[in-house]
Nanobody, 124 residues
Framework: VQLQASGGGLVQAGGSLRLSCAASGRTFSSYNMGWFRQAPGKEREFVAAINWSGSSTYYADSVKGRFTISRDNARNTVYLQMSSLKPEDTAVYYC??????????????????WGNGTLVTVSS
């Protein structure tokens, strides 16, 4: 599976942005998908995940209630709708795929495929 993230940009605090991650291959619907981010000078961290069917979603506490992950298996795409953005959300955002199901936060080491990053900058 090859993953291509897009949609990053510069936005003011309080604004919204939607990230997309397009996947190649016909097996996209069998993968659980996640979004991770890496802020300047910090380690990469889990943001959100969604299971293969879209019936289950998981969020880091820092984004719960502000971010929404979704997927469209017909379009081989997973989305991250980000609202009420804060300067601390500034980071490079990565999408990733795994064939393993996790009941909560997805560990980075458990992801099988990674996409390129897309930069989100939130100005104060």
């Amino acid at each position: 599976v090859q993953l291509q993230a897009s949609g990053g940009g510069l936005v003011q605090a309080g604004g919204s942005l939607r990230l997309s991650c397009a996947a190649s291959g016909r097996t996209f619907s069998s993968y659980n998908m996640g979004w991770f981010r890496q802020a300047p000078g910090k380690e990469r961290e889990f943001v959100a995940a969604i299971n293969w069917s879209g019936s289950s979603t998981y969020y880091a506490d820092s984004v719960k209630g502000r971010f929404t992950i979704s997927r469209d298996n017909a379009r081989n795409t997973v989305y991250l709708q980000m609202s009420s953005l804060k300067p601390e959300d500034t980071a490079v955002y990565y999408c990733a795929a795994t064939g393993t199901y996790y009941s909560s936060n997805y560990p980075q080491g458990g992801m099988d495929y990674w996409g390129n990053g897309t930069l989100v900058t939130v100005s104060s």
